[in-house]
Structure formats: C-alpha cells, structure tokens
C-alpha cells in the first residue's frame, strides 16, 4: 500500500499548478537537522518524480547525523554557518539549486540554575515564577534569524537561487509578545526573537527574489495530514482559541509552496483547526486561495535592540 504522505502528494499534483521545469526541482534545506528542517528534508526525498534529492545544509554534527539517520547520503548533507554569505557560498559551489527552504531559527536553552530556583519555591510554597531561557553566543536572533537570513538572501543572489520559502512565526506584529521577552538580558539587548525574525523577512520581501514566508502558529510534534488548515494574515489568528499545527503539516506546506503558483510573492499566517473538525487539507492551491488578503509588513512593531550596533559582514 502506498504511504499516507505519497498519497497525499498525488491527489495534491492533480490540483496545483506546477512550475515548468524540464527536470526535477533541485532544493536546498538550511536548517535541515532541526525538527522541521528534516521533516522538509524527508518530504522532498519521497517525491523523486518532483524533486532531484535534496541537499540539507547543516552547522553541527548533531544535525549531520540527525540528517544522516533521516536517510541523507553523505554527498546532500553540507556544513556551514549561515551567517555569512561566502561560507554558505562556499558551501554549495557547484551544486546547481532552484529553491532554498529555510528553516533555520535561534533555539533558547533552559537555564539549569532557573529550575532549581522554581522548586526551592515550590517547596517554600511561593507562588509565581517561570524557567528562564538564553540564547547560546554565536546564536542569538539578531545573528542567525536576522543577519543569518540576510546572509541566506545574499548567497541565494550570488548563486542564483530564484525561488525561497521562509519558514518563520506569526506573532511578529506584536512587540510584547511573551516570546520576544525570551533571552533578553538587562541591558535589552537579546532575545526579541520575533521582532528580529520580521526584520528578516521585510528584506527577503524587498530582495527581489521569489518568495513564500510561512508563519506557523504553535508546533505540535504529531503526525500531519490529519487537519484542515486555516490561513490568514496579520496575526488575526492568534485570536483564535486553537492555535498551533504539526510540524509535519508545516513542512507539507513548504514543499507545496515550491509546486503551487497561489504561494508565489506572499507571506501568510497558517494553524490547523482541532483534529475532527472538518476534513484534512488536500487541495493546496485551493488553501492558498482561501485567503486572499497581503500580508501588512506596514504594520511595524517597531526596531529590536541590537547587541551588534554595526552588525555583521554577511
């Protein structure tokens, strides 16, 4: 019996609009050990008839192996940092791409001394208190989410890469959401994950490149397939009761943004309604023309603050 996924591919082929190539889509995953990355990595791996085996850019040996154990062959796993244009350009010298997926993010690490802190007030019955987060040097928002897709927008013009889809967040018009105060340190500087996440994308959308920019509610790791999902813009969605999806839906959704014209030139707020309720999606390019309003970069949260006030030579 086929696979769900290969299923899922097929009904969505006779319903998108594909883009003329004479070949197979050649794809680049950045970010591609991380658990959307690779779940992106393994959607494009099982459509040999529409995709040309992936390349998966990672940073760590960890993310090598996770990459490696998801079935990469040593020649699609590539190293390098992201957040200056030559080494992602060195990287992939000689490696002919169409589309760059980018899903690569700032990951917060728990501060261990932060739990201790909230079970001595447990036991000392004191009410209040959350885990503190920071960002690891080398891997702040500002450096990989902001200067880092700079950096990825600069590589993809020098190695002409028309076409990019942004794996980014929703909550980016709004400065005091609770994710941004993660990691931010007492000078200010820090954290603001989502403020410098829509810097980012304000100048994918200005760089003349074919764009989609994803902004995913809450990440659920279940299987996808299963939901309906909803688009929006301007984080209207975050009104909602319900508001996360898969993370396995969200990198369907990437490689349906390579194959559907309706996801060309925009950028889009995306969740998945309850499981239950309503049918799973299917039909892509319907999804995308369920919503036909521009995403409003004018609406401005406002500038992060920088810890690199002359930034970074991408």
């Not at 609770?178 to 200010?188: E, R, S």
């Not at 200005?206 to 309906?228: Q, V």
Request: charged content about 25%; proline content about 5%.
């Amino acid at each position: 019996a086929m696979r769900p996924s290969l299923v899922l591919s097929a009904v969505c082929i006779a319903v998108c609009t594909l883009t003329a190539h004479a070949a197979p889509l050649r794809v680049c995953v950045t970010g591609a050990g991380g658990r959307t990355g690779v779940l992106c990595f393994k959607k494009l791996s099982e459509r040999s008839s529409l995709f040309a085996p992936p390349i998966g850019l990672v940073k760590s040996d960890k993310a090598a192996k996770t990459l490696r154990n998801a079935g990469a062959k040593d020649l699609q796993v590539v190293r390098s940092d992201v957040r200056t244009s030559a080494a992602i350009v060195s990287a992939l010298a000689g490696k002919p791409i169409d589309a760059l997926v980018i899903c690569t993010s700032a990951v917060p690490k728990i501060k261990k001394l932060s739990i201790l802190k909230l079970l001595l007030g447990k036991l000392l019955r004191r009410k209040g208190g959350r885990p503190e987060f920071k960002f690891p040097r080398f891997g702040t928002p500002e450096e990989v989410d902001y200067y880092g897709l700079l950096a990825q927008i600069e590589a993809a013009k020098q190695l002409n890469i028309p076409r990019v889809v942004l794996v980014s967040s929703m909550g980016g018009t709004d400065k005091d959401n609770f994710l941004n105060t993660i990691g931010v340190k007492t000078d200010g500087t820090g954290g603001q994950i989502l403020m410098w996440k829509r810097k980012g994308e304000n100048a994918l959308v200005e760089s003349g490149l074919d764009y989609t920019i994803i902004h995913p509610g809450g990440l659920l790791d279940e299987s996808g397939g299963k939901r309906r999902l909803v688009l929006g813009v301007d984080d209207e969605l975050l009104k909602r009761e319900v508001r996360n999806i898969p993370r396995e839906d969200v990198a369907e959704v990437c490689v349906q943004s390579l194959l559907c014209d309706g996801a060309r030139m925009r950028a889009f707020d995306i969740i998945a309604d309850p499981a239950g309720e309503g049918e799973a999606t299917t039909d892509f390019e319907g999804l995308f023309a369920s919503e036909t309003r521009s995403y409003d970069y004018g609406k401005d949260p406002g500038e992060p603050m920088a810890a690199l006030p002359y930034g970074i030579d991408i």
